[in-house]
């Protein structure tokens, strides 16, 4: 004693499934740069030699162009082992003032363990302007975001370090989201997440 079908309506959709961890991450990365006027930049996963390595003063010779190392192609072409290619394409084709995150896909050839794998994503940002910005331009933006991304409480710490493509260069640290600093075997009881 069903109540009669009437098969010509559309059917009822079910939406299925969730959305990936990785893709909520980025997008509230996107959300949260995008409050400050960035936009997001993409590019392709297949890099040249040029926008992966030369433009970002790679030395010739340095070991990260090893075939140990990156996945290359026969025609100088490579996997891109950063997102970084994406900036120098930004770069190449815009005029300053840019902002830009550049969520993507990684590759470099890694023996797969607890934080390394083959293919990972990675977010970069890049920030060129019209007049000079300064470090004090980059702390406050990336503490902004470690609050807003990680709470209001996140410890940020700036370390000077060495990178060919950036001067001056600092390596950034959050206090780490499941100790609270207090130190645990994700952050390796250092308290701090890089």
């Known amino acids: ?4 079908c009437d098969c010509s309506l559309p059917g009822r959709w079910r939406r299925c499934g ?5 893709s909520r991450v980025i997008d509230e990365v996107v959300r949260i740069f995008g409050r400050l006027g960035f936009t997001v930049a993409d590019g392709p996963d297949i890099e040249t030699r040029f926008n ?9 010779h340095h070991p990260s162009m090893d075939a140990a190392d990156t996945f290359w192609f026969d025609d100088d072409k490579l996997l891109r082992t950063q997102t970084s290619p994406v900036q120098i394409r ?3 084709g815009r005029q ?14 890694d023996t797969t ?6 293919n990972f994503h990675q977010i970069e ?3 060129v302007d019209t007049t000079p910005a300064a470090l004090a331009d980059l702390k406050a933006t990336l503490s902004h975001f470690a609050r807003a991304m990680m709470g209001a409480g996140t410890g940020v710490r700036f370390r000077p370090h060495f990178f060919p493509f950036t001067e001056p260069s600092v390596e950034v640290d959050f206090t780490c989201h ?4 207090q130190g645990c075997r994700v952050c390796k009881q250092s308290g701090w997440i890089e």
């Open 113 to 118: 363990d607890a934080t390394h794998s083959a």
């Open 18 to 22: 969730a959305q990936h961890p990785i």
């Open 90 to 92: 930004a770069m190449l």
């Open 1 to 4: 004693a069903a109540p009669p």
């Open 178 to 181: 499941l100790c609270g600093g």
């Open 52 to 60: 992966n390595f030369t433009a970002l003063n790679t030395a010739p």
């Open 125 to 127: 940002g890049l920030y």
């Open 96 to 109: 300053p003032p840019v902002r830009i995150v550049t969520p993507g896909r990684c590759y470099r050839r």
